[in-house]
């Protein structure tokens, strides 16, 4: 079985920071991508930012320069930090993996619980 937890979000004012977190565990042989999903209400998840199969990283336009992706391949765990946030950032955040398990040659995408992001004065 493979498990991915989320923590760091939370309610923060316009310009703030979070730093969230997601770490995977289980049977684990690699990881083959990582990344941050959100959802607004009302609204499709959409990609935040992402580690690709060939290690670049790709961001959604809204996000660009403001928020960075980066990971620990001991810890199996992917971070984003997010800065001078604002309200049209307010959504539930979801990390996703790619990952291959011990004794198959495929990957499996699995998701985190997700994590509740508000942007709030």
């Known amino acids: 079985q493979v498990q991915l937890v989320e923590s760091g979000g939370g309610l923060v004012q316009p310009g703030g920071s979070l730093r969230l977190s997601c770490a995977a565990s289980g049977s684990i042989a690699s990881i083959n991508a990582m990344g941050w999903y959100r959802q607004a209400p009302g609204k499709q998840r959409v990609l935040v930012a992402a580690?690709?199969?060939?290690?670049?990283?790709i961001y959604a336009s809204a996000v660009k320069g403001r928020f960075t992706i980066s990971r620990d391949n001991a810890k199996n765990t992917v971070y984003l930090q997010m800065n001078n946030l604002k309200p049209e950032d307010t959504a539930v955040y979801y990390c996703?993996?790619?990952?291959?398990?011990?004794?198959?040659?495929?990957?499996?995408?699995?998701w985190g619980q997700g994590t509740q992001v508000t942007v709030s004065s």
């Open positions: 996703n993996q790619r990952i291959v398990r011990w004794g198959q040659t495929w990957a499996d995408d699995y």
């Open positions: 580690f690709t199969s060939s290690g670049s990283t």
